[in-house]
């Protein structure tokens, strides 16, 4: 086995343990029978992140994307299927599943009829995909604003963000090997946010006890 494809196997075990933090909140949706803490759309949006990266991989044929995507997918839907379920409000939820559903038919249908060439297609598709994770990455901006105004880290999850910084490093490694700046350049904000919320978790780190015990 080469480094590369060591390096692509623990990317896709990293990635695959970061799709798996909404599990802990599934088993609180279904033990509780309730969603009140829980935010339906990270789901839905890392979903539609999954399924255009899959395809972007299996246009790419490339093994990494399409296995940590295709598995990606698989748990958000049921995370998403679990939160409908369970919800007392479905329409919102019903409503921008339709929504996200109608908007990749159309992505779909814009590539296949009015892009002439493969080539085309894949830079598209690879600068949407991209764009896409990089705004995902920089959504955490206004938890970081939170905890900078109340000086509390007690909303940040220090396991994720040790994950999601492992796994946007992994990334950027795996996209310089494989030459493509679609995959490395979006992951860089996932390592900046990472750090500073790492940063905040420790400057704030006794503020964040002494509110859990108050």
């Given amino acids: 086995m080469d480094w590369v494809q060591l390096l692509s196997n623990v990317t896709i075990c990293c990635t695959i343990g970061m799709f798996m933090a909404g599990i802990p909140d599934c088993f609180g949706i279904i033990r509780t029978g309730s969603t009140e803490n829980v935010i339906f759309l990270p789901f839905l949006m ?32 049921s995370y998403m299927i679990v939160f409908i379920f369970y919800t007392k409000s479905k329409l919102l939820p019903f409503q921008r599943t339709v929504a996200a559903f109608i908007a990749m038919v159309t992505l779909y249908m814009y590539l296949t009829s009015y ?63 494989v030459n493509d700046l679609y995959i490395q350049v979006p992951n860089i904000p996932g390592i900046v946010s990472s750090l500073l919320r790492i940063i905040l978790l420790w400057k704030y780190k006794d503020n964040s006890v002494t509110a859990s015990s108050s």
């Fill in 46 to 77: 890392t979903n539609m992140n999954n399924i255009m990266w899959f395809f972007y991989g299996y246009l790419k044929q490339d093994s990494t994307l399409m296995i940590v995507n295709s598995v990606g997918s698989f748990l958000q839907s």
């Fill in 115 to 177: 892009t002439s060439t493969s080539e085309a297609v894949l830079n598209q598709l690879g600068l949407i995909c991209s764009s896409v994770t990089v705004l995902m990455y920089f959504s955490p901006l206004a938890e970081i604003a939170t905890v900078i105004r109340t000086q509390s880290a007690k909303g940040i999850s220090l396991p994720l963000t040790i994950t999601t910084l492992i796994a946007s490093s992994l990334w950027v490694f795996y996209g310089k090997c």
